[in-house]
């Protein structure tokens, strides 16, 4: 499948954004300014698929770009899962020069086995720790 991934808020439509949130379990009844201003407030990520394009993927990070990172509303559109999009956009972020060498965290209910592709740790339930690449 052919894709691309898009970097920046800038460059990612968050009308399309919200209608992916809406279709998850932890942000579907976040509000449309709710959405607008965590999109602000963070780096963003979106995946784009198909001809005519359309954004397939979504998630966002928040760093103080020193020392950790948390990883977000991860989402890719369910018509869509199972194509390894969702191991693209992870990789994509957790590789990047920006994180590498940042201690990630996120949280997940049922997407485990996705991020301990890439190297986080359950510490908690839900939570999940990365330790810095060295």
């Known amino acids: 499948m052919n894709y691309r991934i898009a970097e920046g808020a800038e460059n990612i439509s968050t009308e399309d954004i919200a209608r992916l949130l ?3 379990y932890w942000a ?5 300014e709710t959405i607008e201003r965590s999109v602000r407030h963070s780096f963003c990520y979106g995946v784009y698929a198909g001809d005519p394009e359309r954004l397939v993927g979504f998630a966002r990070v928040i760093s103080d770009c ?3 990172y948390y990883l977000c509303d991860v989402i890719i559109d369910p018509a869509f899962q199972h194509r390894g999009l969702g191991t693209a956009l992870v990789s994509h972020i957790v590789t990047s020069r920006d994180y ?5 965290f ?3 209910r049922d997407a485990h086995d996705l991020y301990r592709k890439f190297g986080f740790e359950v ?11 060295v």
């Open 100 to 104: 590498a060498k940042l201690r990630g």
């Open 22 to 24: 809406k279709m998850t």
């Open 28 to 32: 579907d009844t976040r509000s449309g």
């Open 123 to 133: 510490v908690d339930g839900r939570v999940m720790v990365k330790a810095p690449d």
């Open 106 to 108: 996120l949280i997940t």
């Open 66 to 68: 020193a020392t950790a």
